[in-house]
């Protein structure tokens, strides 16, 4: 059975206490920063005669000044939520794949996969963590405190106002405050409430080994994956898209949600090998990280698909309403852009294709955490240019998403770390466990 060190635990408790006091800082210095200084800004992003939008919210409404400096005092002020959103969906969202991994592994009967069942369910018990996260930041949004989501502003669909935006009205049926909270609570209630009642039935098979208790947590298993294929769509459409509501994807979905899914492999990863090279999980062999490999980079090679096919359309296309998108990033995120193919496309690809590579512990590790950090950035990208536009470059945009990212990954490893110790490790109930134990990779 596994004990959470000491070490860890207080390192994932100095985590979230750094986490707090930089992101407190980083807030407090957003909001003790004047007008004048945010005009300054703005002029000087605008020195180099560039005035094209870099997020929908800019092509409707007044385009003079002022209304320039209101838009620019808005998107500054955005980046302490902003950070916290981008770490709370991608801890979310990773924490739902792993349940989906998991989920997927007892409904095609997958035998080698059984003994790292119990790192799966621990990386799914943050849900709730991150769900309650996402709620507060919902409840921020749709009170106004925050302004994450243009289309929340009543004006905007209000044909008497100046600033009515005839795109947003079309889509006023399904982007309106009451269904953006009751969805929002069904995702993560829904996620919460299968995450507990899949460790819930585990358990009980490892209690029963009744092959009749086995069935029903096999149903439960495949009711999660008809439940997460649905809303690990909708909550992309939710969360993110529609930080830009004039323009859309086909590809989107995939594209957040297989980002997530590679990130979870790789958590997987390292914490089984944590707990093989601490002692705890001998039963983990290089089979297992090698099989763990090829979902990794697999994923990794699905979600560089979903990334070109989604880029080669618009920029063949140029249509200007669509490009705009890109427009933002390239302009003012570049950096972001491009570091991702380095990160979770080229690295994968040059060290990851060889077999005997996937068998090699530190290899696989430090390329888990190369692309865990890749596909934060990922949804990093996804949100930043929609809230918080050109001005992330300044001390409070590294202080805000510095110490958001400490104090969530902090939680996490304090969240997760303490769920893998209340059970065993070893599922000796599951009645492929054998399998698992002795299992090889044939080539």
Known sequence: MYSFSPKLRLYS??????????????????????DAQIEHMMEAVHAGGNHMPSNSS??????????????????????PLAAIHTVSVFLFALSCCA???????????????????????????????????VIIVMLLNVTHIGHLFHWMDPELTDPKSVHFDAILYEKKTFLNIPFYIFRTLFYVLGASFFSWKLRAQSKKVDETKDRKVYANFYSWNVGYIAFFGFCSAAWAWDWLMSIDPHWYSTMYIWYAMVSTLATSIAVIMLISVYLKKSGFLPQFN????????????????????????????????????EVNYFYGRFEYYGWAFW?????????????????????????????????????????YNMVMPGTVGPYWENITGLLTNLGAVLFGL??????VMT?????????????????????????
Not at 99 to 115: C, D, K, V
Not at 419 to 443: A, M, Q, W
């Open 286 to 321: 290089d089979n297992h990280l090698h099989d763990l490999g090829v979902f990794l980079f697999a994923s990794t090679m699905l979600w560089t698909y979903t990334w070109f096919a989604q880029f080669m359309l618009y920029w063949y296309a140029n249509i200007p309403e």
């Open 339 to 379: 570091s991702i193919l380095l990160l979770n496309f080229a690295l994968p690809l040059s060290v990851m294709v060889s077999s005997s590579i996937k068998r090699n512990y530190k290899v696989m590790t430090t390329m888990a955490i190369i692309i865990i950090c890749g596909h934060w950035l990922v949804y």
């Open 13 to 34: 408790i100095i985590f979230i206490v750094l986490g707090l006091v930089l992101f407190g800082a980083g807030y407090f210095m957003n909001h003790g920063t004047d």
């Open 99 to 133: 349940l989906f991994f998991y989920a997927i592994q007892t409904a095609s009967h997958a035998g080698w996969s059984i003994i790292i069942l119990r790192v799966m369910e621990a990386v799914a018990s943050f849900i709730p963590w991150a769900g309650a996260i």
């Open 419 to 443: 769920t893998l110790s209340k059970r065993k490790l070893l599922p000796e109930g599951n009645p492929f466990i054998h399998e698992s134990k002795i299992y090889e990779y044939p080539f």
């Open 410 to 415: 902090g939680l996490f490893i304090f969240a």
């Open 58 to 79: 800019e092509m409707v409404g007044p385009q003079d000044h002022a209304a320039h400096l209101e838009h620019a005092k808005m998107q500054f002020k955005n980046q």
